[in-house]
């Protein structure tokens, strides 16, 4: 061998050897997942979050960082039903990865183990941005996480067998931990029942079908679209002859539009973590949970 | 409901009845016991009543969606079923709202499937069949702003599935305005080879630079940059084969090389066996802090050309047919920048996008193929660049700036060092450096459709500028589609 040729066979041998930790690479595409995988994974798992409480999972970029990320994982957790349909099969296409590859133990799709809300009988572009398969954007209904959560488990273990003890007591403990966290939030929430409020995008939906709440008004006229000067005069004129308690706001939602509204129809625009890291507080999963109803709590007041 | 409703009412008429007339002698002690049950009964009916009411408010707010696994409505429908069977109602009659049409078996194995709809209307200060890149030999590909008025631009047919768990397919057939269909792409790529790789092959845009690969729809501006125009006809596509390596870093790294017939410009048809030129890139990228990311890379294309033929007038201004044959090495430097606050580019982000060439070509020239047919060395080192922004100001906004700029170099031609030629038989190879700047704003109504306006200051005859005015709609139908970085 030459020189030259020796050297970089050298750095190939550098370069793959890199890699050689015991933690199982995880790729979430969102924080929830992200943090849900940690919280069963524990330092069994090594967990990157493709995104952060402050962007929209519709719209994020392919980029090279996640191309990297993808690579190398042993698992990507997402939530699918089309929500990460704009970047996420780049990432599985030139990752060059086949563990992560659609139907493969290392692909793991949070809706697969739900009964989506809102699936739509007939499916036109002319309805917006609408998703075949229901709505994805299950994470904000606590009996979700802990089905979630179960066939989670179960996949780490798949994926991992050699630590499949470690997992199945962590997704025990977290399951009981979980159960009594939803008995408190079930009995903190009573009396948000029926509390009538103003929608952004329908991502709150199964936060409201879980609480009670009633959405009676979206300020997107219809999924992905903004709203037009038309649209918010009649939206207006709806919720002046009944107004709302209040206009949910996820942390990653311009305030701008919730505010013009709130300042109309004298409701007040609550700011919602969303996900993980939406808020100050809302640090983990339960202080997701915690943060959402002291949010909504303070406002019915 | 409101027959099942009627239904469970005469059951229970009937049940109430039965037992009652079988026992007729005790009327009077079970008068009070029936008046009891049917109080009772009528308290159940009401509540019943009342939890069925529920339901068809939520269904009706959330329609299809069904009992079962950890769906939220479950539980309501579990405890009405419960309430109805203590009832001693035989079925509760809860029409569960059919699992909607969302997984459909027949079209689940059906391609994704898409079309872009695009088209123009342009209005140019000069005529269009004037164009070209002065002191570049024409590339023949699609240089120029096109016809003037209105134009129907290319519509794009995407198909593409895994075909097994081993290989992706993917085609892309473009019908232009003149009726001519083209295959644009069609290529397999592998998903599962491990450890980094991906083997492309059949027609695919070639991976060098940042622009090559993309579809025209996904362009910031109506036409491409004058050094694409110039090197590669627009766009470079290969036939042929790609390997691609994406180290195992956290910074985005990754290697290819590929393959081919070398049959597009700056190459040409071979009748020759083997591989016929290679091209090799490299591409770095990553993110800085969570609103920025980036992407850098370095290419090298290496085509051959036998008897590429171009037209031109000689120094009489008669039409004359010259070829070049000889090898074209092209080295491409590329650097992507994109910014959005916290990574969430709905209100506002940034692109910026900056490409450098410099091409080599070495051989021999032909001079008047059809009659003189005079031959002679030449050499040529040309180079371009351009660098672009795009700013979404407001959602659904966009406005962006372009500049342009061509160097045509030192070029040796042996035919006019010699003194057998004077240069002004060669009007297209004389010296110029052509340079274009665009201003660009367009409107994105929702993320399948988008209509843009675009001025430019066309300077590439390198005599008259030509203003460019150009009107473009692109729209998206059928299946979401997922872009590159």
């Known amino acids: 061998m030459t020189r030259p040729i020796r050297s970089l066979a050298l750095l190939a041998l550098l370069i793959s050897a890199v890699p050689a930790h015991a933690a199982l690479k995880v790729l979430a595409t969102t924080a929830d997942w992200a943090a849900l995988t940690k919280e069963l994974g524990g330092d069994k798992v090594d967990v990157y979050g493709a995104t952060t409480a402050f962007q929209d999972v519709h719209r994020v970029d392919a980029k090279p960082s996640l191309v990297a990320r993808a690579r190398s994982a042993d698992l990507v957790v997402l939530s699918g039903a089309e929500l990460e349909i704009g970047w996420l099969p780049i990432l599985l296409q030139e990752s060059g990865n086949p563990r992560i590859q659609i139907g493969q133990p290392g ?14 009988s007939t499916v036109d572009r002319s309805m917006g941005d609408v998703h075949p398969q229901g709505n994805p954007h299950v994470q904000l209904d606590p009996r979700n996480i802990a089905a979630i959560g179960k066939a989670l488990t179960a996949r780490l273990e798949q994926i991992d067998s050699k630590d499949a003890q470690y997992f199945e007591s962590r997704g025990v403990d977290f399951q009981s931990r979980w159960q009594q966290a939803m008995a408190r939030w079930d009995s903190q929430a009573a009396p948000l029942k029926g509390t009538s409020v103003v929608v952004i995008h329908r991502d ?20 992905g679209l903004p709203p037009s000067a038309g649209y918010l005069a009649q939206l207006v004129a709806q919720l002046t002859s009944a107004p709302p308690k209040m206009i949910l706001r996820n942390a990653y939602n311009d305030p701008k539009a919730a505010q ?15 996900s993980v890291g939406g808020t100050p507080e809302a640090k983990d999963l339960f202080g997701l949970f915690d943060d959402t109803i002291n949010r909504l709590l303070k406002a019915v007041q | 409901m409101t027959t099942s409703r009627t239904f469970a009412a005469w ?32 308290a159940r009916i009401a509540k019943l009543e009342a939890r069925i009411g529920q339901l068809e408010t939520q269904v009706a707010a959330s329609p299809p969606a069904a009992a079962g696994g950890a769906a939220p409505p479950a539980d309501v429908l579990a405890a009405a079923a419960a309430d109805a069977a203590a009832a001693g109602v035989a079925s509760a009659e809860v029409s569960m709202p059919a699992q909607a049409a969302g997984r459909n078996p027949a079209a689940a194995f059906n391609p994704a499937m898409s079309v872009i709809l695009g088209g123009n209307y342009a209005n140019t200060s000069q005529d269009p069949d004037t164009y070209r890149i002065a002191g570049f030999i024409p590339s023949g590909g699609d240089v120029g702003p096109g016809a003037r008025s209105f134009n129907l631009g290319e519509s794009e047919l995407t198909l593409a599935a895994n075909i097994d768990p081993y290989f992706f397919g993917n085609l892309t057939a473009s019908i232009n305005g003149d009726n001519e269909i083209s295959v644009e792409e069609a290529y397999f790529k592998t998903i599962a080879v491990p450890h980094g790789f991906v083997i492309k092959g059949g027609r695919f845009f070639s991976g060098f630079g940042y622009l090559n690969e993309q579809h025209a729809h996904a362009w910031d501006f109506v036409d491409q940059p004058l050094v694409y125009q110039a090197f590669f006809g627009g766009q470079l596509a290969q036939n042929g084969v790609q390997a691609k390596w994406v180290a195992p870093t ?44 980036w992407r850098a890379g370095v290419s090298w294309v290496d085509l051959h050309a036998d008897a590429r033929t171009y037209d031109d007038v000689d120094q009489f201004g008669l039409p004359v047919v010259n070829s070049f044959t000889g090898k074209s090495r092209t080295w491409v430097g590329d650097v992507t920048f994109k910014w959005s606050p916290h990574g969430n580019p709905i209100q506002h982000n940034l692109k910026f996008q900056a490409e450098y060439m410099r091409r080599t070509e070495d051989g021999a020239l032909a001079f008047d193929t059809d009659n003189l ?44 060092d010699a003194g057998l030629l004077p240069l002004d038989d060669f009007p297209l190879l004389q010296s110029a450096d052509p340079t274009r700047v665009t201003l660009m704003l367009d409107w994105s109504p929702s993320e399948f459709s988008r209509l843009r306006a675009q001025y430019a200051w066309d300077d590439a005859r390198n005599t008259d500028t030509d203003r460019q005015f ?7 139908i059928g299946a979401h589609g997922a872009h590159k970085f």
Not at chain 1, 260 to 274: F, G, K, M
Not at chain 2, 260 to 275: A, K, S, V, Y
């Open chain 1, 107 to 120: 692909y793991f799709e949070a809706v697969s183990v739900l009964r989506l809300l809102e699936v739509p």
């Open chain 1, 204 to 223: 709150q939906s199964y936060l409201c079908n879980w609480l009670g709440l009633k959405a009676v008004a979206s300020i997107e006229p219809k999924p």
């Open chain 1, 260 to 274: 013009w509204l709130s300042e109309r129809v004298h409701a007040p625009v609550v700011l919602l973590p969303y």
């Open chain 2, 11 to 42: 059951l229970l008429c009937a049940c109430i009845a039965l037992p009652a007339a079988s026992h007729a002698d005790d009327l009077s002690s079970l008068k009070g016991e029936l008046e009891a049950l049917k109080s009772d009964y009528q």
């Open chain 2, 250 to 293: 956290v910074l985005f790294l990754e290697f290819g090389a590929e393959t081919g017939n070398g049959q597009e410009f700056p190459g040409t048809h071979r009748d020759r066996n083997g591989l016929n030129g290679a091209t090799l890139f490299s591409h770095l990228g990553g993110d800085i802090g969570d609103s920025t990311s």
């Open chain 2, 373 to 416: 047919a005079l031959n002679g060395d030449y050499d040529t080192t040309q180079s371009g660049w351009y660098v672009q922004s795009v700013y979404q100001f407001m959602p659904r906004w966009r406005i962006g700036a372009r500049y342009d700029a061509l160097d045509s170099g030192d070029t040796h031609i042996g035919l006019v």
């Open chain 2, 470 to 476: 150009q009107l473009q709609y692109i729209y998206s």
